[in-house]
Protein backbone atom coordinates (compact mmCIF):
# COMPACT_ATOMS: atom_id res chain seq x y z
CA UNK A 1 0.00 0.00 0.00
CA UNK A 2 1.66 3.13 -1.30
CA UNK A 3 1.64 6.10 1.58
CA UNK A 4 0.08 8.87 0.05
CA UNK A 5 2.29 12.18 0.71
CA UNK A 6 1.12 15.39 2.51
CA UNK A 7 0.55 18.18 0.28
CA UNK A 8 1.70 21.49 1.22
CA UNK A 9 -0.69 24.62 0.85
CA UNK A 10 1.03 27.03 -1.73
CA UNK A 11 2.16 30.06 0.17
CA UNK A 12 0.83 33.25 -1.15
CA UNK A 13 2.25 36.77 -0.72
CA UNK A 14 -0.24 39.04 0.99
CA UNK A 15 -1.26 41.95 -1.69
CA UNK A 16 -1.13 45.66 -0.91
CA UNK A 17 -4.51 47.03 -1.12
CA UNK A 18 -4.45 51.19 -2.27
CA UNK A 19 -5.44 53.19 0.10
CA UNK A 20 -7.31 56.29 -0.55
CA UNK A 21 -7.17 59.41 1.84
CA UNK A 22 -10.53 61.00 2.67
CA UNK A 23 -10.54 64.42 3.67
CA UNK A 24 -12.56 64.92 7.03
CA UNK A 25 -15.60 66.74 6.45
CA UNK A 26 -17.40 68.67 9.52
CA UNK A 27 -20.66 68.79 9.99
CA UNK A 28 -21.37 71.62 8.81
CA UNK A 29 -20.19 71.27 5.28
CA UNK A 30 -22.22 68.30 5.24
CA UNK A 31 -25.46 70.30 6.08
CA UNK A 32 -24.39 72.96 4.04
CA UNK A 33 -24.24 70.69 0.86
CA UNK A 34 -28.19 69.49 0.99
CA UNK A 35 -29.50 71.90 -1.63
CA UNK A 36 -32.88 72.47 0.33
CA UNK A 37 -31.16 73.25 3.36
CA UNK A 38 -28.75 75.49 1.98
CA UNK A 39 -31.52 77.29 -0.21
CA UNK A 40 -33.63 78.14 3.08
CA UNK A 41 -30.76 78.57 5.57
CA UNK A 42 -30.61 82.63 5.17
CA UNK A 43 -34.43 82.89 6.08
CA UNK A 44 -33.97 81.71 9.44
CA UNK A 45 -30.85 83.77 9.69
CA UNK A 46 -31.93 86.98 8.36
CA UNK A 47 -35.41 86.25 10.62
CA UNK A 48 -32.58 86.02 13.90
CA UNK A 49 -30.78 89.15 13.09
CA UNK A 50 -33.62 91.34 12.14
CA UNK A 51 -34.36 92.26 15.79
CA UNK A 52 -30.70 93.38 16.30
CA UNK A 53 -30.35 95.72 13.90
CA UNK A 54 -33.65 97.01 14.58
CA UNK A 55 -32.75 97.44 18.00
CA UNK A 56 -29.37 98.55 17.46
CA UNK A 57 -30.28 101.44 14.40
CA UNK A 58 -34.08 102.21 15.82
CA UNK A 59 -32.84 105.56 17.06
CA UNK A 60 -31.00 106.25 13.56
CA UNK A 61 -33.80 105.09 11.16
CA UNK A 62 -36.55 107.50 13.65
CA UNK A 63 -34.29 110.05 13.11
CA UNK A 64 -33.56 110.01 9.06
CA UNK A 65 -37.41 109.60 9.08
CA UNK A 66 -38.03 112.83 11.06
CA UNK A 67 -35.88 114.11 9.03
CA UNK A 68 -37.67 113.68 5.54
CA UNK A 69 -40.46 114.60 7.60
CA UNK A 70 -39.08 118.12 8.34
CA UNK A 71 -38.14 118.12 5.02
CA UNK A 72 -41.23 117.62 3.34
CA UNK A 73 -43.49 119.90 5.17
CA UNK A 74 -40.79 122.66 4.53
CA UNK A 75 -40.85 122.13 0.95
CA UNK A 76 -44.47 121.14 0.63
CA UNK A 77 -46.19 121.40 -2.74
CA UNK A 78 -42.59 121.35 -4.58
CA UNK A 79 -41.51 118.01 -6.22
CA UNK A 80 -38.09 116.55 -5.19
CA UNK A 81 -36.40 115.43 -8.58
CA UNK A 82 -33.66 113.68 -6.23
CA UNK A 83 -35.16 110.27 -6.03
CA UNK A 84 -35.87 110.25 -9.58
CA UNK A 85 -32.33 111.38 -10.93
CA UNK A 86 -30.11 109.22 -8.22
CA UNK A 87 -32.33 105.71 -9.25
CA UNK A 88 -31.90 106.82 -12.65
CA UNK A 89 -27.86 107.51 -12.30
CA UNK A 90 -27.51 104.75 -10.35
CA UNK A 91 -29.21 101.92 -13.15
CA UNK A 92 -26.86 103.66 -15.87
CA UNK A 93 -24.01 103.28 -13.75
CA UNK A 94 -24.92 99.75 -12.85
CA UNK A 95 -25.80 98.87 -16.62
CA UNK A 96 -22.70 100.49 -17.71
CA UNK A 97 -20.69 98.65 -15.12
CA UNK A 98 -22.16 95.14 -16.25
CA UNK A 99 -20.88 95.64 -19.55
CA UNK A 100 -18.01 97.61 -19.99
CA UNK A 101 -16.17 97.54 -16.69
CA UNK A 102 -15.80 93.96 -15.99
CA UNK A 103 -12.55 91.84 -17.29
CA UNK A 104 -14.52 90.37 -20.05
CA UNK A 105 -14.66 93.40 -22.12
CA UNK A 106 -10.82 94.25 -21.27
CA UNK A 107 -10.18 90.89 -22.98
CA UNK A 108 -11.94 91.43 -26.11
CA UNK A 109 -11.49 95.11 -26.39
CA UNK A 110 -8.59 96.61 -24.48
CA UNK A 111 -6.23 93.59 -24.70
CA UNK A 112 -5.17 93.11 -27.85
CA UNK A 113 -4.46 97.32 -27.91
CA UNK A 114 -2.19 96.39 -25.02
CA UNK A 115 -0.45 93.90 -26.43
CA UNK A 116 0.64 95.48 -29.25
CA UNK A 117 1.95 98.87 -26.71
CA UNK A 118 3.45 96.22 -25.09
CA UNK A 119 6.10 94.69 -28.01
CA UNK A 120 6.36 98.10 -28.31
CA UNK A 121 7.25 98.99 -24.60
CA UNK A 122 8.82 95.91 -22.69
CA UNK A 123 8.25 97.51 -19.79
CA UNK A 124 4.70 97.33 -19.76
CA UNK A 125 5.54 93.31 -18.79
CA UNK A 126 2.19 92.15 -20.03
CA UNK A 127 3.08 89.09 -20.45
CA UNK A 128 3.95 88.53 -16.85
CA UNK A 129 0.90 90.75 -15.55
CA UNK A 130 -1.59 90.46 -18.22
CA UNK A 131 -4.44 89.15 -15.32
CA UNK A 132 -3.50 92.35 -12.88
CA UNK A 133 -3.96 94.62 -16.09
CA UNK A 134 -7.31 93.47 -16.09
CA UNK A 135 -8.14 93.85 -12.68
CA UNK A 136 -6.91 97.14 -12.95
CA UNK A 137 -9.18 98.07 -15.69
CA UNK A 138 -11.73 96.87 -13.48
CA UNK A 139 -10.70 99.06 -10.77
CA UNK A 140 -10.36 102.19 -12.99
CA UNK A 141 -13.91 101.33 -13.98
CA UNK A 142 -15.50 101.40 -10.61
CA UNK A 143 -13.86 104.65 -9.95
CA UNK A 144 -14.97 106.32 -12.60
CA UNK A 145 -18.05 104.81 -12.94
CA UNK A 146 -19.43 104.95 -9.29
CA UNK A 147 -17.51 107.83 -7.78
CA UNK A 148 -16.43 111.01 -10.73
CA UNK A 149 -19.87 110.13 -12.78
CA UNK A 150 -22.64 110.15 -10.25
CA UNK A 151 -20.53 113.17 -8.14
CA UNK A 152 -20.08 115.10 -11.17
CA UNK A 153 -24.00 114.62 -12.55
CA UNK A 154 -25.24 115.43 -8.63
CA UNK A 155 -23.52 118.36 -9.19
CA UNK A 156 -24.63 119.99 -12.43
CA UNK A 157 -28.29 118.73 -11.19
CA UNK A 158 -28.53 119.92 -7.74
CA UNK A 159 -25.72 122.60 -7.01
CA UNK A 160 -26.38 123.69 -4.02
CA UNK A 161 -26.12 120.30 -2.33
CA UNK A 162 -22.55 119.75 -0.63
CA UNK A 163 -20.54 116.80 -1.68
CA UNK A 164 -19.10 116.33 2.14
CA UNK A 165 -22.94 115.58 2.75
CA UNK A 166 -22.44 112.05 0.65
CA UNK A 167 -20.24 110.33 3.37
CA UNK A 168 -16.92 112.24 3.17
CA UNK A 169 -16.90 114.05 6.12
CA UNK A 170 -14.73 112.77 9.01
CA UNK A 171 -15.80 113.87 12.37
CA UNK A 172 -18.71 111.96 12.49
CA UNK A 173 -16.51 108.45 11.69
CA UNK A 174 -13.89 109.58 14.90
CA UNK A 175 -16.86 109.99 17.56
CA UNK A 176 -18.15 106.54 16.65
CA UNK A 177 -15.22 104.64 15.78
CA UNK A 178 -16.31 102.13 18.63
CA UNK A 179 -19.13 101.01 16.13
CA UNK A 180 -16.63 99.61 13.74
CA UNK A 181 -15.04 97.44 16.17
CA UNK A 182 -18.83 96.18 17.33
CA UNK A 183 -19.33 95.44 13.73
CA UNK A 184 -15.90 93.46 13.38
CA UNK A 185 -16.81 91.07 16.26
CA UNK A 186 -19.88 90.62 14.51
CA UNK A 187 -18.62 89.99 11.23
CA UNK A 188 -15.92 87.75 12.07
CA UNK A 189 -17.67 84.33 12.87
CA UNK A 190 -19.55 85.14 9.68
CA UNK A 191 -16.49 85.15 7.69
CA UNK A 192 -14.77 81.73 9.48
CA UNK A 193 -18.65 80.40 8.51
CA UNK A 194 -18.07 81.53 5.14
CA UNK A 195 -14.53 80.10 4.61
CA UNK A 196 -15.67 75.89 5.19
CA UNK A 197 -18.14 76.77 2.07
CA UNK A 198 -16.44 74.22 -0.61
CA UNK A 199 -16.40 77.05 -2.95
CA UNK A 200 -14.58 79.50 -0.60
CA UNK A 201 -10.95 78.39 -1.27
CA UNK A 202 -11.69 78.52 -5.54
CA UNK A 203 -13.33 81.83 -4.76
CA UNK A 204 -10.81 83.81 -3.27
CA UNK A 205 -8.66 86.05 -3.98
CA UNK A 206 -10.06 87.50 -7.03
CA UNK A 207 -6.53 87.98 -8.59
CA UNK A 208 -5.45 84.34 -8.90
CA UNK A 209 -1.76 85.20 -9.36
CA UNK A 210 -1.90 86.62 -5.40
CA UNK A 211 0.11 83.40 -4.40
CA UNK A 212 2.90 84.44 -6.86
CA UNK A 213 4.81 87.07 -4.81
CA UNK A 214 4.44 89.57 -2.59
CA UNK A 215 3.88 92.71 -5.16
CA UNK A 216 1.39 90.76 -6.65
CA UNK A 217 -0.73 90.63 -3.45
CA UNK A 218 -0.09 93.96 -2.70
CA UNK A 219 -0.86 95.26 -6.13
CA UNK A 220 -3.83 93.46 -6.14
CA UNK A 221 -5.02 94.81 -2.33
CA UNK A 222 -4.32 98.14 -3.31
CA UNK A 223 -6.86 98.00 -6.54
CA UNK A 224 -9.40 95.93 -4.20
CA UNK A 225 -8.96 98.98 -1.36
CA UNK A 226 -9.80 101.81 -4.09
CA UNK A 227 -12.90 99.36 -5.38
CA UNK A 228 -14.20 99.61 -1.97
CA UNK A 229 -13.68 103.32 -1.17
CA UNK A 230 -15.52 103.72 -4.96
CA UNK A 231 -18.19 101.24 -4.01
CA UNK A 232 -18.90 102.88 -0.28
CA UNK A 233 -19.00 106.45 -1.50
CA UNK A 234 -21.60 104.93 -4.55
CA UNK A 235 -23.85 102.69 -2.36
CA UNK A 236 -23.99 104.31 1.33
CA UNK A 237 -22.39 107.95 0.40
CA UNK A 238 -23.86 109.08 -2.76
CA UNK A 239 -27.26 107.43 -3.42
CA UNK A 240 -28.07 106.80 0.74
CA UNK A 241 -27.48 111.02 0.67
CA UNK A 242 -29.90 111.79 -2.14
CA UNK A 243 -32.71 109.42 -1.46
CA UNK A 244 -32.52 110.24 2.45
CA UNK A 245 -34.18 113.82 1.95
CA UNK A 246 -37.35 112.36 0.89
CA UNK A 247 -37.64 108.81 1.85
CA UNK A 248 -35.69 108.72 5.34
CA UNK A 249 -34.86 105.40 6.55
CA UNK A 250 -36.82 103.73 3.54
CA UNK A 251 -33.27 105.23 1.41
CA UNK A 252 -31.22 102.33 3.18
CA UNK A 253 -33.52 99.64 2.36
CA UNK A 254 -34.10 100.68 -1.51
CA UNK A 255 -30.03 101.02 -1.94
CA UNK A 256 -30.00 97.56 -0.43
CA UNK A 257 -31.52 96.09 -2.98
CA UNK A 258 -28.92 96.64 -5.97
CA UNK A 259 -25.88 96.08 -3.43
CA UNK A 260 -27.18 92.73 -3.10
CA UNK A 261 -27.80 92.34 -6.78
CA UNK A 262 -24.19 93.12 -7.80
CA UNK A 263 -23.56 90.18 -5.57
CA UNK A 264 -25.05 87.43 -7.68
CA UNK A 265 -22.11 85.19 -8.65
CA UNK A 266 -20.54 84.81 -5.33
CA UNK A 267 -21.43 82.36 -3.24
CA UNK A 268 -25.03 81.56 -2.05
CA UNK A 269 -24.61 82.58 1.26
CA UNK A 270 -22.15 85.60 0.91
CA UNK A 271 -25.02 87.18 -2.02
CA UNK A 272 -27.44 87.01 1.01
CA UNK A 273 -25.11 88.28 3.78
CA UNK A 274 -24.98 91.19 1.28
CA UNK A 275 -28.64 91.98 2.15
CA UNK A 276 -27.61 92.04 5.99
CA UNK A 277 -24.04 94.29 4.86
CA UNK A 278 -26.10 96.91 2.83
CA UNK A 279 -28.39 97.46 6.05
CA UNK A 280 -25.76 97.79 8.65
CA UNK A 281 -23.13 99.50 6.38
CA UNK A 282 -26.13 102.30 5.14
CA UNK A 283 -27.48 102.52 8.75
CA UNK A 284 -23.91 102.95 9.94
CA UNK A 285 -23.09 105.73 6.99
CA UNK A 286 -26.33 107.52 8.05
CA UNK A 287 -25.93 107.49 11.80
CA UNK A 288 -22.05 108.69 11.47
CA UNK A 289 -22.54 110.99 8.73
CA UNK A 290 -19.25 109.07 6.89
CA UNK A 291 -18.67 105.68 4.61
CA UNK A 292 -15.31 105.36 6.57
CA UNK A 293 -16.37 102.66 9.27
CA UNK A 294 -18.20 100.76 6.13
CA UNK A 295 -14.83 101.19 4.00
CA UNK A 296 -12.26 100.24 6.64
CA UNK A 297 -15.03 96.96 7.69
CA UNK A 298 -15.21 96.56 4.10
CA UNK A 299 -11.60 96.42 3.46
CA UNK A 300 -10.59 94.43 6.77
CA UNK A 301 -12.72 91.48 5.84
CA UNK A 302 -11.94 91.33 1.93
CA UNK A 303 -8.28 91.32 3.02
CA UNK A 304 -8.85 88.85 5.99
CA UNK A 305 -10.93 86.52 3.28
CA UNK A 306 -8.13 86.65 0.56
CA UNK A 307 -5.28 85.89 3.25
CA UNK A 308 -7.35 83.02 4.79
CA UNK A 309 -8.45 81.68 1.49
CA UNK A 310 -4.37 81.63 0.57
CA UNK A 311 -3.45 79.93 3.74
CA UNK A 312 -5.94 77.17 3.68
CA UNK A 313 -4.57 76.06 0.28
CA UNK A 314 -0.87 76.83 1.79
CA UNK A 315 -0.55 79.29 -0.97
CA UNK A 316 0.57 82.79 0.91
CA UNK A 317 2.97 84.77 -1.24
CA UNK A 318 7.03 84.44 -0.03
CA UNK A 319 8.62 85.83 -3.49
CA UNK A 320 8.95 89.36 -3.16
CA UNK A 321 8.85 89.63 -7.05
CA UNK A 322 7.38 87.07 -9.72
CA UNK A 323 9.99 83.96 -10.72
CA UNK A 324 12.28 85.05 -7.43
Known amino acids: ?5 V ?18 VSWTQTLLAYPPLKALLPVPI ?29 HAGEHDYRPAACLVIAAVVLTVQEYYGGRQFFHSTLRP ?13 FDTYDELYAYGWWCLARALGY ?11 FRRDSLLDMGLRVSGFLSHLWIYGACLAIVLPVMLLVAHQPDFGTYYPFYKQSSRSIFDFVAWEAMYWVQFFALELFFRG ?10 GSAAIFVMAVPYCMIHYGKPYLEAHGAIVAGVVLGSLSMRTRSIYA ?3 LHITVAVGMDLLSLYKRGALPHNLWPGG
Not at 1 to 5: A, D, I, T, V
Not at 7 to 24: G, K, N, S, T
Not at 151 to 157: G, I, S
Request: net charge positive; with cysteine.
Open 1 to 5: MSSLG
Open 7 to 24: LAAPHFEPLPLPLLQLEP
Open 46 to 74: LAAIAPVLIWFFRSTWRELDEEARRYRNE
Open 113 to 125: ELELLSARWAWLR
Open 147 to 157: VVFPLLCWKLL
Open 238 to 247: WMVGALRRTL
Open 294 to 296: GFL
